[in-house]
Nanobody
């Protein structure tokens, strides 16, 4: 059973950066496509970014394009989300999810992390 643990969240000022990590145990991540989602209070969960199992394909929500970068380090069984130029509207709980390769960039996930809080505020 694959288990995912996110880390790297916190409080940051507008314009700042954070790097989220999603580390897997109980299996290897390189088989799976990976997605990052976020959910702000009172809002629906939204997809932020996704990467294919090969790492060759990525996609981003329009709201984060040019500011966020998804990457994977298969040797460390970890996926990262580098977030730059953060805005208050990026405040949310961020989740990573692993899904079978054929469901790349879908809204589903076979395995989910517990989430990490990101707060962008002065």
């Amino acid at each position: 059973q694959l288990q995912l643990v996110e880390s790297g969240g916190g409080l940051v000022q507008p314009g700042g950066s954070l790097r989220l990590s999603c580390t897997a145990s109980g299996g290897t991540l390189d088989y799976y496509a990976i997605s990052w989602f976020r959910q702000a209070p009172g809002k629906e969960r939204e997809g932020v970014s996704c990467m294919s199992s090969s790492g060759k394909s990525t996609d981003y929500a329009d709201s984060v394009k040019g500011r966020f970068t998804i990457s994977r380090d298969n040797a460390k069984n970890t996926v990262h989300l580098q977030m730059n130029s953060l805005k208050p509207e990026d405040t949310a709980v961020y989740y990573c999810a692993a899904v079978r390769p054929q469901y790349y960039c879908s809204k589903s996930g076979d395995y989910w992390g517990q989430g990490t809080q990101v707060t962008v505020s002065t």
